[in-house]
């Protein structure tokens, strides 16, 4: 599945190249020159996703038209009510792409568009005769309110959700990018049916960093387990280094006793220094953490730069333990390439250092490039 925000890229999803030109979308009068098709076509799906390539009209007359549609049904399949919910017209906030075709979202309860599906929702509600999981979900999807989406959950979860993993994921690949699924599980761990396992499932089935913070801020808040295996497995999803950041600010505060095995994998998720340096930092202040000299090494390693390298050492200092020694602040130093940096390191493990056989400080010393560098490391060991 791919997908795409912010909504500054979906243009991109509205051309096509096409033999050295551009192809232009289909209007809706070309698309569906007669729209009580959206009411009574016998192949949904296929009009699904000539809808999904629609420029859609964003015009008060365009949806008093699907709203008398509706209004002139005594009754309507999920199918055909989901069709005249996804021909209202909105500036799509999140397009994904599945094999089921292309799934265009606007924001959720936002502006006249969120009004017209809220009225077609809840008047089409007590009209739906045929459904199943592929329709129901997309009309949760759709939904612009809570309460709407529990009146949905009330009429027809039961029948279609039996509490097996299978069912929700059914549920999930029904609504892919859709802004009503964080509000989706809330509503189900409410009502004890989405226990931990569950919303792990939802968790993976998101498409966007942001709609997966809303969901781990929502889990953690629910009192959610978060510890080893979980914590990668939600720190692994995320695209974007400014959502690992955010993560894992959230839950390293929720696993006070992180191993450094998990801790170093967090660390090599992010894709630059500053991104790492922050995840140091988040774990020092979060967490009873104890690195050894050897394994802030090895942390060291990751980075690129050495004021993000200094800012680490910094972080992590307070949580050194076990036995300090010379070879080991040989290798921390070493990581770095300028001796300002090694020089920063120093003072910061200093406190640990002191108390070597000042041969083996000469060999510290040694690491730096500089004779002025090397008496300023000399003064801050003895």
């Known amino acids: ?61 365009h949806d008093d038209r699907l709203l008398e549609l509706l209004r002139t049904r005594t009754e309507i399949t999920a199918a055909h009510l989901v069709l005249l919910t996804r021909a209202v017209g909105h500036e799509n906030h999140s397009v994904c792409h599945t094999d089921r075709g292309m799934f265009c979202w606007g924001d959720r309860a936002k502006g006249e568009a969120a009004a017209t599906i809220e009225l077609l929702l809840n008047e089409g509600l007590p009209k739906i005769t045929t459904i199943d999981r592929r329709w129901y979900a997309e009309l949760i999807g759709c939904t612009q309110t ?45 009502r004890g049916q989405a226990d931990d396992n569950r919303c792990w499932i939802a968790f993976s089935y998101l498409s966007f960093d ?74 020092a202040k979060a967490t009873a953490i104890q690195v050894t000299e050897a394994q802030l090494a090895e942390l060291l ?27 080991d602040a040989r290798a921390i130093l070493s990581t770095f390439s300028f001796d300002s940096d090694r020089l920063a390191a120093t003072r910061a493990l200093a406190g640990r250092w002191r108390h070597f056989p000042q041969e083996e400080r000469r060999t510290i010393t040694a690491t730096f490039s500089f004779d002025s560098s090397k008496k300023e490391a000399s003064r801050l060991l003895d």
């Open 1 to 61: 599945m791919s997908n795409l925000r912010p909504a500054a890229l979906l243009t991109l999803l509205a051309l096509t190249a096409c033999g050295g030109g551009i192809h232009k979308r289909w209007t809706f009068h070309e698309a569906f020159p007669d729209p009580t098709e959206l009411v009574t076509t016998q192949d949904p799906a296929a009009a699904h996703k000539r809808l999904a390539d629609t420029e859609l009209p964003r015009t008060r007359a």
């Open 146 to 190: 809570d309460p709407t989406l529990l009146r949905y959950l009330d009429r027809f979860h039961a029948q279609m959700d039996d509490g097996s993993e299978a069912a929700l994921i059914d549920i999930l690949k029904g609504m892919p990018g859709s802004p009503a699924t964080t509000p989706l599980i809330l509503a189900l761990r409410e």
């Open 210 to 283: 942001d709609d997966r913070l809303d969901l781990l801020r929502a889990m953690v808040g629910s009192g959610i387990d978060v510890q080893g295996e979980r914590l990668l497995q939600a720190m692994r999803a995320f695209s974007f280094d400014s959502g690992r950041e955010a993560a894992f600010a959230m839950l390293v505060q929720k696993a006070p006793s992180l191993q450094f095995a998990d801790a170093k994998a967090v660390v090599a998720m992010f894709s630059f220094d500053e991104g790492k340096q922050k995840a140091c930092a988040a774990l």
């Open 301 to 327: 390693r990751m980075f690129s730069f050495d004021s993000d390298r200094a800012a680490c050492v910094r972080s992590l200092a307070a949580h050194l333990h076990g036995t300090s020694t010379a070879l």
